[in-house]
């Protein structure tokens, strides 16, 4: 079913403004589900890439305690479910619930209750810590939230599935064969909420354009401290930082602000509007994966990049099922039709088949069978061949070769067939094949044969068909509740960007406020502007233990060096532990380091270490490093500046007690005044 507006004949009025709003706000049901499939991964390495330092970043055991992010909190709105979990075991629960409900969303099961599920915990994820946070947890929060109000289970998922199953009911292989299924939903999605991801983009790439005011940019040398910032790039960055011309420095800076200009018009534009999204889909895959090539800056780069699947439209839907159609084998598949579960096999598979490459058949017809092939040999395997019948393939080639004609199946196939995994691939099938009227029988088929006749497929009734998920009235309320955050994002907009005009600011309603803040769904686009980052920088904790040894409890009890990496190292460290240093060493987080102090103090007992190890004197450093200037490739000196120190009393004979929020604040001494950004 196709989805392009109507063409208006020469000599008609151009269309209405309603119209040109309603082709703004679809989407195509085939890249919701996509993108679902994505995020919902996304998430998953999200959550993961976490887990390491989980005790260190979200129990009580670590350096910010649940006590200390609720009475001393880092936002005037905060909400966190992560708030409810304190231990060790509680925190590992809670990120097992997270990952459980991550995967359901992504499989597509529960899809409408997963997507709210969903929205809670990452934005309560992000707001357990806030001195972790980065421009990518805004934008994951954003995604979440628009999302939530788009029907993202109607392809691609298991809901979908079921649904199918449900509503058209294939009795034997002659429903099977050569029929175009009609359960494909290509009906386009039109929502607010889809438009608020569309402007929501565009808003992102407008104040990231215009805020780059700053004297690197108007010069053209922003990219030189990118690439000589060591925290944001890896080993290609440093090896091509080594020798790329300045000529080219200045090109990649003008580029940037060409190419993020470009993609807020192209989105905005009312016209063509499927054309100029396709092309800013590709400037933005082509920006991300430059910036991420050379680079990296936690998972800001991919959470923009996912944006891309949502602009697909059913043309660029269209044009890959042409290109995979020329790609795809075609192939016939005999199976027996007296099984219930292999019938229902039958039925998923076609269903799996969007191209309509594999030709279903039933084993119980001789006559029908591809020449040379035994009926006896047809009724313990199933059998695949090509067209023409003239290769045939039994047991789990057959299945690597059903795989093979699937869109993206060849991957799943590929592994099927490696030396080794081919042989328990046949273990399994065999096995399964021995049992399949067990199974069919468990299933509630019988011991064997299929619970109705062959024949035509049975389609329930338009009256007996499940409703729509939503019916009109629930639609309306929740286009009216997406259309309120548009509201409240679009006040966050005009309180925090520096650009806007000041007849634009006005005081932000309390509702608009919490609705925008409690989320963190925050609208201050300042990426690397006005100037990107021209520093690099880390916390040395340099701490003596009971028996007189000097450590950094920081680098896992490691020695302390009061130095950065050398010219050819890159990749300072993760996006997620540099965030907390320089966030941790600004004198506007003082508050914070008495539970950094208190975390050192105990830290061999949290780390289980021996008494030896107890700490008892330590000073917190923060080591930097300016940027060079342009085109001058010598490094500038670490300097060192002590911004909390504590010893311990004279007569103390005893570890402290564990944190608390009555515990004394530490000496805390003025931070180094050196500049620092981050994505």
Not at 224 to 231: A, G, I, P, Q
Not at 314 to 336: I, T
Request: hydrophobic letters at 45%; aromatic letters at 12%.
């Amino acid at each position: 079913m196709s989805t392009r507006p109507p063409v208006v004949p020469a000599g008609e009025a151009p269309r209405s403004l309603a119209a040109t709003f309603r082709e703004f706000a679809t989407a195509d049901p085939r890249s919701l589900g996509l993108f679902r499939i994505i995020f919902g991964v996304f998430l998953l390495v999200d959550l993961y890439r976490r887990l390491p330092d989980y005790l260190f970043f979200y129990t009580n055991e670590g350096m910010l305690p649940n006590h200390g992010a609720l009475f001393r909190p880092m936002s005037a709105h905060l909400f966190s479910i992560y708030h409810a979990f304190s231990t060790r075991g509680e925190v590992l629960f809670a990120f097992a619930l997270t990952a459980l409900v991550y995967l359901l969303y992504t499989v597509g099961f529960w899809t409408r209750l997963m997507q709210v599920l969903v929205l809670v915990l990452v934005t309560s994820l992000h707001s357990r810590n806030i001195l972790l946070e980065n421009g990518g947890d805004v934008v994951s929060n954003i995604l979440a939230l628009w999302t939530a109000f788009l029907p993202l289970g109607r392809r691609f998922s298991v809901d979908a599935l079921r649904s199918s199953f449900r509503e058209v009911e294939e009795h034997g292989p002659g429903a099977l064969e050569g029929r175009e299924a009609p359960f494909r939903d290509r009906r386009p999605v039109v929502s607010v909420a889809f438009a608020a991801v569309v402007l929501n983009l565009a808003v992102i790439y407008y104040f990231n354009t215009i805020h780059k005011d700053g004297l690197p940019w108007r010069e053209g040398s922003s990219v030189h401290y990118v690439l000589w910032t060591d925290r944001l790039v890896n080993p290609l960055g440093v090896w091509l930082r080594s020798w790329i011309p300045p000529v080219l420095i200045q090109g990649m800076t003008l580029g940037t602000l060409v190419i993020e200009a470009s993609i807020t018009l192209l989105l905005v534009s009312p016209f063509f509007i499927r054309s100029c999204r396709r092309v800013a889909a590709l400037m933005v895959l082509a920006l991300h994966c430059g910036f991420q090539t050379v680079g990296h800056y936690g998972l800001f780069s991919f959470v923009m990049m996912l944006h891309a699947i949502l602009l697909m439209g059913p043309e660029d839907w269209d044009a890959l099922a042409r290109r995979m159609d020329r790609r795809l084998p075609r192939r016939v598949l005999y199976y027996d039709n007296s099984c219930g579960v292999c019938h229902l096999l039958a039925r998923l598979l076609r269903r799996l088949d969007p191209m309509g490459r594999v030709t279903i058949r039933g084993n119980d017809d001789p006559a029908a069978l591809p020449a040379g092939v035994d009926p006896a040999e047809a009724q313990h395997s199933i059998l695949v061949t090509d067209p023409q019948g003239t290769r045939v393939w039994r047991r789990a080639e057959a299945v690597a070769q059903v795989l093979r004609a699937l869109p993206f199946g060849i991957y799943a196939a590929r592994w099927i067939e490696l030396p080794g995994l081919r042989s328990l691939a046949r273990l399994a099938y065999d096995a399964f094949a021995a049992r399949r009227h067990l199974v069919s029988s468990l299933l509630g088929y019988g011991a064997c044969g299929l619970p109705r006749p062959q024949g035509e497929p049975s389609a329930r009734a338009p009256e007996a068909l499940r409703p729509p998920l939503l019916g009109p009235w629930p639609t309306y309320l929740r286009e009216s509740l997406a259309l309120l955050f548009v509201v409240a994002l679009g006040s966050q907009v005009l309180a925090e960007n520096r650009k806007v005009p000041r007849f634009l600011k006005f005081p932000q309603p309390l509702l608009l406020a919490s609705l925008a803040q409690y989320p963190r769904f925050f609208q201050g686009w300042s990426m690397f502007a006005p100037i990107p980052p021209s520093d690099d920088g880390k916390i040395v904790v340099d701490a003596e233990t009971a028996d007189g040894r000097h450590i950094d409890p920081l680098a896992g009890g490691g020695p302390v060096l009061l130095e950065l990496p050398s010219l050819q190292d890159g990749g300072l460290m993760t996006q997620l532990w540099y965030e907390l240093h320089d966030r941790l060493r600004r004198d506007a987080n003082a508050r914070y380091r008495e539970y950094f102090q208190n975390w050192l103090i105990n830290w061999h007992v949290i780390e289980g270490r021996p008494a030896a190890d107890r700490i008892v004197s330590f000073k917190a450093y923060w080591v930097w490093r300016s940027t060079q200037p342009p085109f001058d490739r010598r490094r500038e000196p670490t300097r060192q500046a002590v911004f909390m120190e504590w010893s311990a009393s004279p007569r103390a004979a005893a570890p402290p007690a564990p944190p608390a929020p009555s515990a004394a604040f530490p000496r805390i001494l003025p931070a180094p005044r050196a500049p620092s950004s981050s994505p």
